[in-house]
């Protein structure tokens, strides 16, 4: 359920705010894990990549290859792909779908087979020693399969996670910037595949330049719909192929897309697109399949014609982990839309802004571009828990850029047996926070009957069950009727659950849950940081509040919250 005291929040630089005040509590200083390393853009894998083989002399002279690569139409209005080219089609990865009867979505396109070429980049083993491919101008495709051969994959490699990518507008898989982002994906562990998304065979226009859009707003639609359906079939291809089939796993995939790409990485994860100029929007396709996002620069449209509907609301309910990495300089993907779009999104969630960044990308912001992003897909894609502990504690990567984290949440992953979820709930009349870990009670608030008047925020996180081994009990007062607050108390610190426990003001009600005390301000660096924050007594009323996000603990310190610190290390 949507929090209204969320929505509350989505004005302004909340996190940047939020930043500035935990690292004036100490907070941020504190935690090792707030700056982080740049990864190493070369992974600990060498790189071998599909067959794309072509014919250049297929190419008239003084044409640039690039025209078939991004599906450009000759001037006489017939087409041109990279299917014309190839070499060795059946040796070449391709995806066929066909569109749905839609016309809102799919224009002239609905129930026609599109053809999709892919590109798919992975990590092999050093004894790979098959030749590059030389582009024309020059660049590498490296160690590039031909004929039927079989990929090789790294020494005792079974099952590896794949990111699909998607180019932005106007773009191919074998542009400069696409290709070496394959390229440090593939070295990290991943297999890329990247379908030739042909936009121009679409529509024509400058990205950003609405005159256009709106001028062929049909077309524009189809493009950006058929999109998402392009990312899916690269996926189906991959998971069907005898050569990959085996060597996937489908339970770990992941999606990385530019400018537009970003778009086609949300509409992946059910995101409603904007159908017409009054609007209006609708849900071009849901991938389950997709268990972690990653947009640079993403296109969530413009103020005035964005991308997910009205004020972005295309976007609530979407609960793939999606990170957003933003330029502040950029007229062509403005921020300011990103973070309406991911301020509404349910699960997990990142924008990271990049000081000074147009459209496009800098060799400054390298570092912290593909930290952030593997750092993400490690959590999310990779399932990996050490990685989803270091990005809800993650502030910015040293050195590179001037990244700041502007709107973070983590979920927690699925709890095991000794595990539970503590769900935050807010009460609009009170002004008051509560979380529980017990699903019973949960139940009993959100069927709001028996006690009215509390919703679920959006937050949650993950605790140890009361009866596990790990961790130290959390002590549960309630303010005591009559002279107390109508407020919850938690703490596992046994000298002050004493000192509350005697107090007459408090009620103890048992012990809530488990988690790992901070050491000196902080916690394992495979742990969540649960930090508390105080209302100061406002109206009369104590009231405290737990969370994980640093945005949220930045919004509450500028409704003039005190932060009282972490005070629970928890499994992320």
Aim: net charge negative; hydrophobic share 40%.
């Amino acid at each position: 359920m949507r929090s209204t005291h969320r929505s509350r929040h989505v004005k302004g630089l909340v996190a940047l705010a939020a930043i500035v005040a935990l690292a004036s509590a100490g907070i941020a200083r504190a935690d090792p894990l707030a700056d982080a390393p740049a990864r190493p853009l070369a992974g600990p894998y060498p790189v071998a990549c599909s067959n794309i083989e072509q014919d250049y002399g297929r190419v008239p002279s003084g044409e640039p290859i690039a025209l078939w690569w991004e599906g450009v139409p000759r001037d006489d209005g017939s087409s041109r792909y990279v299917t014309e080219l190839l070499v060795d089609p059946a040796n070449t990865l391709i995806a066929r779908f066909t569109a749905p009867d839609d016309r809102e979505l799919f224009g002239d396109w609905r129930e026609q087979t599109l053809t999709y070429v892919l590109l798919a980049c992975y990590p092999t083993s050093p004894s790979n020693t098959r030749a590059d491919y030389a582009l024309p101008d020059g660049r590498l495709v490296p160690r590039m399969q031909r004929g039927a051969e079989a990929p090789i994959l790294p020494d005792g490699a079974t099952r590896l996670p794949l990111v699909v990518l998607s180019h932005g507008y106007a773009g191919s898989p074998l542009g400069e910037t696409y290709l070496r982002s394959m390229a440090v994906f593939a070295s990290h562990g991943y297999v890329v595949v990247a379908p030739f998304h042909g936009d121009a065979r679409y529509a024509t226009f400058e990205l950003g330049d609405l005159a256009q859009a709106l001028f062929q707003f049909e077309r524009y639609t189809a493009l950006q719909a058929t999109r998402p359906l392009s990312a899916s079939a690269a996926l189906d291809v991959m998971l069907a192929h005898p050569q990959w089939r085996d060597r996937v796993d489908a339970g770990r995939i992941g999606i990385f897309g530019g400018s537009m790409g970003g778009e086609t990485a949300m509409l992946v994860g059910g995101a409603e697109l904007t159908t017409s100029v009054t609007l209006s929007s609708k849900q071009v396709v849901l991938d389950p399949r997709f268990r972690g996002a990653v947009g640079y620069v993403p296109y969530f449209g413009q103020r005035i014609l964005p991308a997910f509907g009205r004020d972005n609301r295309g976007t609530e309910g979407v609960a793939l982990p999606y990170l957003a990495i933003s330029g502040t300089a950029d007229v062509v993907a403005p921020i300011g839309p990103a973070e309406q779009g991911v301020h509404r999104l349910d699960g997990s969630r990142a924008l990271v802004a990049l000081g000074g960044t147009e459209h496009g990308i800098r060799e400054l912001d390298v570092p912290d571009i593909f930290t952030w992003a593997l750092e993400w897909l490690d959590a999310f894609v990779a399932d990996d828990h050490a990685a989803r502990a270091r990005v809800s504690r993650m502030l910015r990567v040293s050195g590179g850029g001037d990244d700041v984290l502007r709107i973070d949440y983590v979920a927690p992953s699925a709890p095991t047996a000794q595990e539970r979820i503590a769900v935050e709930y807010y009460n609009p009349s009170l002004d008051h926070y509560f979380v529980t870990a017990e699903p019973a009670e949960a139940a009993m608030l959100d069927e709001g009957i028996v006690v009215p008047g509390w919703r679920r925020t959006g937050y949650a996180f993950k605790a140890f069950a009361p009866v596990a081994l790990s961790g130290l009990p959390a002590c549960r007062f309630y303010g005591t009727p009559g002279i107390g607050p109508d407020s919850h108390f938690f703490t596992i610190d046994a000298g002050e659950c004493a000192i509350v426990q005697a107090n007459p003001v408090w009620t103890f009600e048992g012990l809530a849950f488990r988690a790992g005390p901070p050491g000196v301000g902080t916690c394992p660096v495979d742990r969540a940081v649960v930090t508390r924050l105080y209302n100061d007594g406002k109206d009369g009323q104590a009231n405290h509040r737990y969370t994980t996000s640093h945005e949220v603990a930045g919004n509450m310190v500028g409704e003039r919250w005190v932060v009282e610190g972490p005070v629970f290390c928890t499994p992320p």
